[in-house]
């Protein structure tokens, strides 16, 4: 073969790999996760899906898309948000949630439909779908228990959380103490309302899931939330309730030392918080642990009654007890074999 037909030869060799190269990566993109929204009584679905379904937005996240929602009621309100996701996004609207079973990979429950939150999510969960709730996981500290002790039964994936911060810990680099200044309403008013469940999660966020008891002290227009960590670890919430919620969150050590800081939400929150949820989405493991979003709701249930009892001490077991909580059995010891001849506990042949 002569040198120009060599050339020839390699050029040609070489357009082909990039070609087979080229087909070959296409033929294995990624699709995106297809998600199925319940819940349009505000235009939540509407942020999400101006985020998720938009290229052309300068905030889109790659990697999931709003394909099927479902209104979860008939109001005006439910009405005009499901006409603006089917229009402008192209979402299909449908009237019940098995009409997901085939058509999505995920489910986002999405709040606004408390009073029907637990029946939501048990008509959810047989779909075997991974599922992010907005919080709260219910209105109630026993819905909380009942939806995420379902969820661990039938072995769904479940998160929920308010927004997602640099220091969302799982326990293993969790701080020796903290003191969290936040926007905070007052706990009568609405106990798991989105700004404590954030305040709250701010406070999980550098101290892990381990809180055994609180103290709550109410003072004019504040209230400091104490808790007690295991390892001896104090973590404290100092509740603002003259801010509004979009107000900024100050995460500092005992000495004073910033922790953290995170700037009042703005819309770059609620990108950072789908891209987590697109990420458990793909992976099924959620960000924060099921322990940790029950330990959250825990914790404002405990301080609501150490509140309303002059700031008597409560342990988060008291209220999980008091809800229905059942702790998993404590795991038992290994058991070796027995060496030949040694007694095994049963009786032997006389």
């Known amino acids: 073969m002569g040198l120009r037909a060599a050339n020839r030869y390699s050029v040609r060799t070489l357009a082909l790999g990039v070609l087979f190269t080229f087909v070959s990566t296409a033929s294995h993109a990624v699709e995106p996760v297809r998600i199925g929204v319940v819940g349009l009584a505000t235009d939540r679905a509407e942020l999400m899906a101006a985020r998720l379904n938009d290229p052309a937005n300068p905030n889109h996240i790659p990697g999931g898309r709003i394909v099927m929602a479902l209104p979860g009621g008939n109001s005006e309100a439910h009405l005009q948000h499901a006409s603006v996701l ?6 299909r609207i449908v009237e019940a949630t098995t009409d997901f079973a085939n058509a999505v990979d995920a489910i986002m429950l999405l709040n606004g439909e408390e009073t029907r939150q637990i029946s ?32 661990e039964k039938v072995h769904i994936p479940l998160f929920s959380a308010c927004s997602i911060s640099p220091s969302t810990t799982d326990g293993s680099t969790a701080a020796d103490a903290a003191i969290v200044t936040a926007p905070m309403g007052s706990l009568e008013a609405a106990l798991f309302s989105p700004s404590s469940l954030a305040a709250v999660e701010s406070l999980f966020d550098v101290m892990g899931p381990d809180c055994e008891v609180v103290q709550a002290l109410r003072a004019g227009p504040s209230s400091t939330l104490v808790g007690g960590w295991s390892g001896d670890r104090q973590g404290t919430l100092v509740a603002l309730h003259a801010l ?16 953290e800081d995170v700037p009042a939400r703005t819309i770059t929150d609620l990108s950072q918080l789908l891209r987590a949820v697109i990420d458990f989405f793909a992976t099924g493991t959620p960000p924060v642990s099921a322990r940790q979003t029950l ?56």
């Open 86 to 91: 089917q229009d402008k996004f192209g979402v």
């Open 120 to 151: 939501l999510v048990l008509e959810i969960m047989p779909l075997g779908k991974p599922l992010y709730i907005e919080p709260p996981v219910a209105i109630t500290l026993e819905g909380v228990v009942s939806i995420l002790a379902a969820a």
């Open 244 to 259: 509004p919620p979009e107000s900024a969150v100050h995460v500092t050590s005992s000495s004073g030392a910033t922790i």
């Open 295 to 350: 330990a959250v709701h825990a914790f404002l249930q405990a301080a609501y009654v150490s509140e309303q009892t002059d700031g008597r001490p409560v342990k988060l077991s008291e209220v999980l007890t008091a809800a229905g909580f059942v702790p998993p059995p404590a795991e038992a010891p290994a058991v070796s074999d027995p060496a030949p001849g040694e007694a095994t506990g049963a009786s032997s042949p006389q």
